[in-house]
T-cell receptor, first 116, second 111 residues
């Protein structure tokens, strides 16, 4: 039973390029969350998605960042025109369909983005 | 806005000693989680606390929750080097599993 799979694990981009990070949730999980962790900091919520729907994007920067979770395939976090401040670890987590609100998140190993 | 604060931010302790990490939060929450993170790795779920007075123990770690004081503690008993990691508390609220994380406590256990 594979866990949450993220790729790439490491990604290097130059300023102005695009970064695409992919996340496949655990089998049977229909909820996906993206978090960002800056060096020496805790994780900050970015976006919560279900299949074909963005449920909560209150943590997403207003520009350059977008996320999707299509009917088929992984969830994708896309960062356009990256800047050095985007360098961080991006974690994806998934949870099963809501069961009374006490769902637990299962995290992937993260994608570490470095912007040169 | 929910705020979560942990202290200390950094803790160096000798093997065999006991210590407690504190997690304070600003508003009512449904559930509190403790996670462990090793350098460059993902987060490993340690405990989920759902009600006032909840206490859970696993090996040398024990977590408790006081919802009236808005405080959770993670107590380490007779620390061993393998416990060296960063520990995060996180709070959930509402029906979704979206979490608000604390700043983390970096624990270093020395021989």
């Amino acid at each position: 039973n594979a866990g949450v799979m993220q790729n790439p694990r490491h990604l290097v981009r130059r300023r102005g390029q695009e970064a695409r990070l992919r996340c496949s949730p655990m089998k049977g999980h229909s909820h996906v969350y993206w978090y960002r962790q800056l060096p020496e900091e805790g994780l900050k919520f970015m976006v919560y998605l279900q299949k074909e729907n963005i449920i909560d994007e209150s943590g997403m920067p207003k520009e350059r960042f977008s996320a999707e979770f299509p009917k088929e395939g992984p969830s994708i976090l896309r960062i356009q025109q990256v800047v050095r401040g985007d360098s961080a670890a991006y974690f994806c987590a998934s949870s099963p369909p809501a069961t009374g609100g006490a769902g637990e998140l299962f995290f992937g190993e993260g994608s570490r983005l470095t912007v040169l | 806005e929910l705020k979560v604060e942990q202290n200390p931010l950094f803790l160096s302790m000798q093997e065999g000693k006991n210590y407690t990490i504190y997690c304070n939060y600003s508003t009512t929450s449904d559930r509190l989680y403790w996670y462990r993170q090793d350098p460059g790795k993902s987060l490993e779920s340690l405990f989920v606390l759902l009600s006032n007075g909840a206490v859970k123990q696993e090996g040398r770690l024990m977590a408790s929750l006081d919802t009236k004081a808005r405080l959770s503690t993670l107590h380490i008993t007779a620390a061993v080097h393998d416990l060296s990691a960063t520990y995060f508390c996180a709070l959930g609220a509402g029906t979704a599993s979206k979490l608000t994380f604390g700043t983390g406590t970096r624990l270093q256990v020395t021989l």
